[in-house]
């Protein structure tokens, strides 16, 4: 799916992931936007493995403009220079992962979402952050690869354990991103994680 679409889904899935832990916008605006907000991120992490994708884009991490920020910078303000800085040598770092990471690779494991997760919530238990951080992430990183998942090129889900691409749609159900069926399976899949809210509330029978 292109970035767009991951957008939509991730906000989905972790605006389910929050009513699950009863996060409302309206009693925890101060968690809800936050945790959202690190949910569509999430959802975009696994892109990273692509040059100008969604994820750098959205936190403004272009090798042209990093550097062009840093070099308007001037040296009467350390503060900014060095934010600036940090910003630069990511943006580096990232170059190199989009130059020797091919799409669709290691950030598309499953053992990755797992590991990065994890991570995000080690960070959040150390510096006392809110759980629904850490889950929104998770399920923001989860959504992108269910998302390449219905795609005709799949995605390899169970590697390095097992190569093979995983499709989680028949051969006649795959969609070729950038066409109409992304589209249409986008509503699917969002129409899908409303229906779980709903049943979650109860408004609905969860028994198909």
Known sequence: ???????????????????????????????????????????????????????????RLSSS????????????????????????????????????????????????????????????????LHDAIWMTFGAGYLSHLIGDGVTIRGVRLLSPMYQPAIHLMPRRLRIRVGTQSESVMLALLVGIIFWFYLSYLGLVSFNL
């Not at 968690?31 to 990273?48: K, R, S």
């Not at 308007?72 to 580096?92: D, Q």
């Not at 799409?103 to 960070?123: D, E, K, M, N, Q």
């Open 1 to 59: 799916m292109n970035g767009k679409s991951h957008t939509i889904l991730a906000a989905a899935a972790s605006a389910l992931a929050l009513a699950i832990q009863d996060v409302d916008v309206i009693d925890e605006p101060l968690v809800f936007i936050p945790a959202l907000t690190v949910g569509v991120l999430g959802g975009l992490f696994p892109d990273i493995d692509s040059a100008n994708n969604s994820f750098r884009k959205s936190l």
């Open 65 to 128: 403009q990093t550097l062009r920020d840093l070099q308007n910078t001037p040296l009467t303000k350390p503060v900014t220079l060095f934010y600036n800085a940090g910003r630069f040598i990511i943006a580096r770092i990232l170059n190199l992962i989009d130059r020797y990471l091919p799409h669709r690779g290691p950030t598309h494991f499953g053992i990755s979402a797992i590991l990065v997760t994890w991570l995000v919530y080690w960070v959040c238990s150390a510096w006392g």
